[in-house]
């Protein structure tokens, strides 16, 4: 092999590159996160059921809020009636949070976990939780 | 038919995945078996193709020139055109690799007026490519999402500037859309272009395909038929930790982008693609212009058996002064 030295050396940082995801992760503790539904509002209540399906709610949650986000504050259209024809009012801080009092354990849990952060908290008041 | 059969090779692979998973429920194959071998496959056939570049011999100097070479002190070296240093390789190489110096000077030919045939710059190549080149970059940067427990610093950074537009909620990564954009002209001018099309090959035309389904399938999942990132993250993470786990609620449309890409780094050895590595080794890049200044031995070169003059005159010395013919070293009396 001519320029072996260097070859290998490019060799080498291709591999550092390629390998990083698997190296990067050693030692480091890998926590699947797990939200949770443990708050006294939920607690209380007979029916535990969020404003839409728990499926929908998983992967669609951001587009709703931002939707809520734009009727509400752009037209002033605060109603929102799910698909069982329920009521309920648009508004981050008093309808999801007051369910989802719990943001470290139930919102950061899986933001944290896809390293996503999400911009609510520019403009809400961010909750002051209890530190157990 | 150069189009049409790797474009249907993509398809072929989209809808092998569907029967895959919907039909067959084979998730761990697509899921795990298929992004282990094609990253073995990815980083084998690299070192193969790079080691078996560097085994065959460079015989002459062959670097591209495209300005003075170093000469007499009185005449100026272009130093990055044509490098006769190590440091001037690798700026010359730098400035190829980063920013396509090379693919800036592409030039267009064009008959004017029915017989002036000119040549004019052009530059939509070279912007095509390389805003190609950068955003796939960045979008691959941005994967590490998936990859990593505790995301790398530069994450959020790339992040913040790739969405800045803050356009709907996830927000809109330019560089996505950009580069399904930057695709697209790559692909169009294959089509458009009468003299690219009569040299376009199906090898030129399917990673074209094969990226363009990569990108469709990766903007689908994040804006439109959102899929369950947790989940997907908990498929990567097992992946790479070496405890592979296939979580439930992963619709087929992930295991398509999964597939597509795995497609593409098993191909990318193989394949033209493999220029990543292969830019690195091209003599006419690689190689210092210094041929004035130093012989360049082929390394082919065989000892040749010779018969120097003087062993010459040696062996014939007498012969030679019996016809007379002049000798230039006189035998010792």
Redesign the interface.
């Known amino acids: 092999m001519y320029n072996s030295g260097k070859v290998i050396m490019g060799i080498i940082i291709f591999l550092l590159f390629v390998a990083f995801p698997f190296y990067y992760n050693i030692g480091r503790v890998i926590a699947t996160p797990d939200p949770s539904l443990d708050t006294p509002v939920i607690n209380e209540l007979v029916e535990k059921k969020c404003v839409e399906p728990r499926e929908f709610m998983r992967v669609e949650h951001m587009t709703m809020l931002n939707d809520w986000k734009d009727s509400a504050i752009r037209d002033g259209r605060r109603a929102y009636i799910n698909t069982e024809g329920k009521l309920f009012e648009k508004s981050l801080q008093n309808t999801c949070m007051r369910c989802h009092s719990n943001k470290e354990r139930f919102c950061n849990e899986c933001h944290t976990y896809v390293a996503v952060k999400p911009y609510c908290w520019t403009c809400h008041i961010e909750p002051k939780e209890k530190k157990l | 038919m150069k189009i049409l059969f790797p474009f249907f090779m993509v398809i072929a692979l989209i809808l092998l995945v569907i029967a895959g998973v919907s039909g067959a429920k084979m998730h761990f194959l697509f899921g795990v078996v298929i992004p282990y071998a094609a ?1 073995f496959l ?2 084998i056939g ?2 193969y193709r ?2 078996k570049w ?5 015989p002459f100097c062959i670097p591209t020139t495209c300005g003075q070479q170093k000469s007499l002190p009185w005449i100026k070296q272009n130093k990055l055109e044509n490098p006769s240093s190590t440091a001037g390789v690798i700026g010359r190489m730098a400035l190829d690799v980063l920013l396509f110096r090379s693919l800036f000077r592409n030039q267009k030919g064009e008959l004017r007026d029915g017989s002036r045939f000119i040549y004019g710059s052009d530059k939509w190549l070279w912007l095509a490519g390389i805003v190609f080149h950068y955003t796939f970059l960045i979008v691959l940067l941005r994967h ?9 610093f530069y ?2 950074f790339l992040e913040t500037f790739d969405g800045f537009l ?1 356009i ?3 927000k809109l990564f330019m560089t996505g859309a950009i580069l399904l954009a930057a695709a697209a002209y790559l692909l169009l001018r294959r089509f458009y272009i009468p003299q690219v099309r009569y040299i376009s090959l199906p090898a030129d035309y399917f990673p074209l395909f094969l990226i363009i389904g990569i990108a469709t399938t990766g903007i689908l999942m994040r804006y439109f038929l ?5 989940a997907v ?2 498929l990567t ?1 097992g992946l ?2 070496f405890a592979p786990v296939i979580p439930d ?1 992963i619709g087929a449309l992930f295991y398509i982008h999964l597939f597509l890409v795995s497609a593409l780094f098993a191909y990318f050895p193989f394949s033209k693609l493999v220029h990543m ?1 292969g830019i ?2 091209s003599p006419t890049r690689n190689m210092t212009g210094n041929s004035r200044e130093f012989y360049h031995a082929n ?1 082919w070169n065989y000892p040749v058996k010779v018969h120097t003059y003087e062993e010459y005159e040696e062996e014939f010395r007498d012969k030679m002064k019996m016809a007379e013919i002049p000798v230039e070293k006189e035998p010792i009396k």
């Open positions: 990253l990815f980083v690299v070192i790079v080691t560097a085994k065959s011999p460079s590490i999402r998936f990859f990593t427990q505790t995301e790398p994450l959020h803050e709907g909620i996830p959102k899929t369950d990132i947790v993250k908990e993470m790479v930790t609620g590595g690195f080794m390394p």
